[in-house]
């Protein structure tokens, strides 16, 4: 007999959708255009924060938050034993070292104080998640980082909405990510959007997700070469 799994969303297309799709489909242009720009300043005024950032999926979103962090070979990043396989697919993509620690089992969210004794001097950064839209520690996440000097990275596809301490999810990292794919709580097929109030992490995450239609005439080649990761109108 078949077991029934509750879905963790169930994506609900209106005729809303399927008018603003074909607005795109019908202009001239179908990569990253207005639509995606208004969709980064909307998502980020709608959490607080200052610029967003829209890319290709979550793991490139995580890649490019640790690259534009200036994580990279030898270092090492904090994650989740219990999380998706995608945020250590990330952190190795950036040549860095995935090192796990476990969670509280009520809320399925990393552990403060199994963070705190898996911190090395090679540690860089955090990646903590809001498991099933219950919110993390953050609290006592952002003591460490900052006892410690740790980039902090707020993982909240599963949590889109929910609140700490009066304060909405997505505004605890210094770079929070929320993940587009089914079965993220908001679905848009595919694609991300990361958040952040630093504007120089903002200038390198836009520097590093694609080249711009004017720089395809440019025959000068950068030591840090953008990626083709940017979401589609």
Not at 93 to 122: C, E, M
Not at 150 to 177: C, K
Not at 185 to 196: F, I, P, Q, R, S
Request: aromatic share 8%; net charge negative.
């Amino acid at each position: 007999m078949e077991q029934e799994w509750i879905k963790l969303s169930d994506p609900d297309v209106s005729t809303r959708e399927l008018e603003a799709v074909t607005r795109v489909l019908v202009s001239s242009g179908l990569s990253a255009g207005p639509v995606v720009e208004s969709f980064e300043n909307e998502f980020a005024s709608y959490l607080g924060r200052t610029y967003g950032v829209a890319a290709a999926s979550g793991t490139v979103a995580l890649m490019l938050a640790l690259r534009a962090m200036g994580i990279r070979a030898g270092d090492e990043v904090i994650a989740s034993a219990y999380s998706w396989h995608q945020i250590v697919h990330a952190i190795t993509l950036v040549g860095a070292t995935p090192v796990f620690a476990d969670i509280d089992y009520w809320s399925g969210n990393l552990a403060p104080h199994k963070v705190a004794d898996k911190i090395s001097q090679r540690t860089r950064a955090i990646v903590v998640g809001n498991c099933n839209g219950h919110p993390a520690a953050w609290a006592e996440f952002r003591q460490l980082a900052q006892v410690h000097g740790l980039r902090l990275i707020e993982d909240s596809s599963e949590a889109i909405g929910s609140r700490y301490q009066g304060r909405v999810v997505g505004n605890f990292g210094d770079i929070a990510i929320f993940d587009f794919s089914q079965p993220s709580a908001l679905c848009c097929g595919e694609g991300a959007m990361l958040v952040t109030d630093d504007p120089e992490l903002a200038s390198e995450l836009h520097y590093m997700r694609n080249r711009n239609l004017a720089d395809r005439q440019s025959i000068a080649v950068a030591s840090r070469v953008p990626m083709q990761a940017s979401m589609s109108d």
